[in-house]
């Protein structure tokens, strides 16, 4: 209790330092973009939560305006608007730059690879962070880690998949890395935004999606079409959200004003990944009241994608000189991860 009363008394100091810095330092006012319209589950609310402590912590001081999707960019289409300056930040996912640099995607999550430990591990004790810093920093962006979420599922679909043959000729909303993988199996795969992938499904446009944990996709009313849904999340065992801040913006900010921003995105990685392995187990059994049927990839089939992804990044470190390094370092942290890895924790 002792040593609890001293850091909760540390953490409190630290709190107040930061807020009484800012006090003394100019003013400063944002305009962010989130590519989460605010009323959606689990990731939603984060840059507006990012706003509201960052004005909290700096007594008003430091007053960041946050946008929802299409009031000033398009959802997922806000990469050139911070690099040169249209706004001072942005709120999503690395796998949404993609079209910037394939390297992005491991940034924001890997098929068949870390969990939310082992991942925030590797961007902060390992070369991660460090890397995608270097690489935003070439278009005038400064990138933060400010959420992660649990594994996702692994797709919903209209009709029920028995088979690898099955996948062919579908088409699906499918993110970074794992589109890859399911392009291998015949399947057509696009990159939509959360808000655009209910109607394509509705529409016929889509013949499946995925896009993140059961609580996200049931707030985006997948459960009603598509009625399918399959586990696990093979493509993406975790997923980093990211706010990116050009460059000149963040310079201007004092050290107190920088430390706000930071202890943000700290809280938020923690509150996402609670709320996001808090949220499913209701959602799943009210999906299945409204007729979803959950299911499992069989074992033959997370093989096919395991082979067939083992083919897509060997292709995409060869293409690319950015995602050979980011690669490199990745796997050398996922073998040395191993020993603890595959002994610390319950199989």
């Known amino acids: ?9 540390l953490a409190l100091a630290l709190t107040i330092g930061v807020s ?4 003394a330092q100019e003013r400063a006012r944002w305009r962010m973009h989130s590519a989460y319209a605010k009323a959606m589950p689990v990731a939603g609310a984060t840059a507006f939560q990012i706003g ?4 909290l912590l700096s007594d008003g001081k430091f007053d960041i305006r946050v946008f929802e999707p299409g009031a000033i960019v ?60 270097e690489m935003y920093a070439r278009d005038n962006i400064h990138m933060l880690p ?3 979420l649990p594994p996702e599922s692994g797709g919903w679909f209209r009709k029920e998949i028995k088979s690898l043959d099955d996948l062919r000729g579908l088409k699906m909303r499918f993110l970074g890395l794992g589109a890859k993988v399911m392009e291998e199996f015949g399947v ?8 655009e992938i209910y109607q394509a499904l509705e529409l016929g446009t889509l013949d499946g999606a995925e896009q993140s944990v059961p609580a996200i996709d049931r707030g985006l009313g997948f459960y009603q079409i598509a009625k ?19 460059k000149d913006s963040w310079s201007k900010l004092n050290p107190a004003q920088k430390t706000m921003i930071e202890m943000a995105c700290d809280r938020a990685l923690v509150d996402q990944f609670a709320a996001g392995e808090a949220g499913q187990y209701d959602i799943m059994r009210q999906n299945e009241a409204d007729g979803v049927q959950i299911k499992m990839w069989p074992p033959e089939m997370l093989e096919a994608f395991s082979k067939a992804w083992d083919k897509v990044v060997k292709q ?7 995602s050979a390094k980011v690669w490199e370092s990745l796997s050398k942290f996922r073998d040395d991860y191993k020993i603890w890895g595959e002994r610390a924790y319950l199989q």
């Open 228 to 246: 399918f849904n399959y586990f696990p999340g093979w493509h993406q065992q975790s997923t980093v959200q990211e706010l990116l801040i050009n």
């Open 74 to 133: 398009a959802g997922t289409q806000y990469y050139d608007a911070v690099s040169k300056g249209a706004i001072d930040a942005a709120y999503g996912s690395p796998g949404f730059n993609v079209g910037k640099n394939s390297a992005y995607a491991f940034f924001a999550a890997v098929p068949f690879g870390p969990g939310a430990g082992e991942m925030l591990a590797w961007l902060r004790h390992g070369d991660g962070l460090k890397l995608a810093q």
């Open 188 to 195: 057509s795969t696009q990159l939509l935004a959360p808000g």
């Open 316 to 322: 995409e470190v060869a293409q690319n000189p950015d």
């Open 1 to 9: 209790m002792k040593k609890l009363a001293v850091i909760s008394g």
């Open 52 to 55: 509201d402590e960052v004005k």
């Open 146 to 148: 400010c959420g992660i």
């Open 20 to 23: 009484t810095a800012a006090n």
